[in-house]
């Protein structure tokens, strides 16, 4: 796998902001927060790429699942008028076929599907013939083979744009964070396929707004290509995930505070 593609020469993201930053809101909720939350953030960071949810992977029923392909339209109208690439969740294959139709320009696989080798498969295969970097976010459980399983699966489809995702792991143990980081597992990732990209997503790891930072800046520390961060114009009335996104002026901060080795290009 060593033609797997550095995630800073995708053509997607070539000449945007290194490390890559990666925002937007846990879900798109309507036209008009997506619209605010990505405009607040192209106004204040020098972004690589935007991100929101449009089918919603929650634990238990009952609670708001994404709002489905009116979302993807959304996305495309406020992607051309920001001039940003963005990105969103596929978890089967009309997903994919969805993302692709609306024109995203990168997909990613959750956490927890990343869990299930059928799922992954499927993606896979919708993905064959298709030229669509795709980042692949590690299982929900601290597996390290099901990982490397979903990036082969992803890679066997002919794909090579993929980066990794580090978005922590469930554990019984009760930790300050909503998924303990494990941090040995993605170093141990990054020695058996030294090419692939890194990204860190604090949101998940931290579920707290005060520990993004903390989070990040390791990441940082320990040499990861970029960040994915969970941005919401609102995010205590955010519909998901509201106690870990960040508004878009602390975006800017976190990422300012964040010390970037200088010698990265
Ligand atoms: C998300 O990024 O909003 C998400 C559902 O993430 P994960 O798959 O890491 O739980
Ligand atoms: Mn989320």
């Known amino acids: 796998m060593e033609d797997i593609q550095p995630i800073k020469n995708w053509e997607v993201v070539r000449g945007r902001s290194t ?3 990666i ?3 846990c879900s798109a909720e309507t036209e008009e927060q997506l619209y605010q939350t990505c405009k607040g953030i192209k106004e204040n960071v020098d972004i690589t790429m935007l991100r929101a949810g449009i089918w919603k992977p929650r634990t238990r029923p009952n609670t708001f699942e994404g709002v489905g392909e009116i979302g993807l339209k959304w996305l495309k109208n406020v992607k051309e008028e920001l001039q940003m690439p963005a990105t969103v969740e596929v978890a089967n294959a009309k997903h994919v076929e969805l993302a692709l139709k609306y024109e995203m320009d990168v997909l990613w696989i959750g956490a927890r599907s990343t869990v299930n080798p059928f799922t992954v498969q499927e993606i896979a295969d919708a993905l064959k013939g298709v030229n669509v970097p795709v980042i692949v976010k ?3 459980n601290p597996d390290l083979a099901l990982w490397l399983g979903a990036i082969e699966r992803i890679y066997n489809s002919g794909i090579r744009d993929i980066a990794a995702l580090h978005r922590g792991f469930s554990s019984h143990e009760e930790t300050k964070y909503r998924n303990s980081p494990m941090w040995q597992l993605p170093i141990t990732l990054k020695s058996k396929f030294p090419n692939i990209s890194l990204l860190c997503d604090p949101s998940h790891i931290a579920g707290t707004r005060d520990l993004i930072y903390p989070v990040s800046q390791k990441a940082i520390d320990l040499d990861y290509d970029g960040l994915m961060i969970e941005t919401h114009c609102d995010p ?4 998901s995930d509201a106690k870990q996104q960040i508004t ?6 976190v990422l300012a505070e964040v010390k970037i080795r200088k010698n990265k290009t």
Do not use: F, K, T, W
């Not at 205590?236 to 519909?239: C, F, I, V």
């Not at 878009?248 to 901060?253: F, M």
């Open 138 to 140: 590690n299982p929900i």
């Open 23 to 25: 925002a937007g809101p």
């Open 19 to 21: 490390p890559i930053a």
């Open 248 to 253: 878009p002026d602390r975006l800017a901060e």
């Open 236 to 239: 205590d009335n955010a519909l």
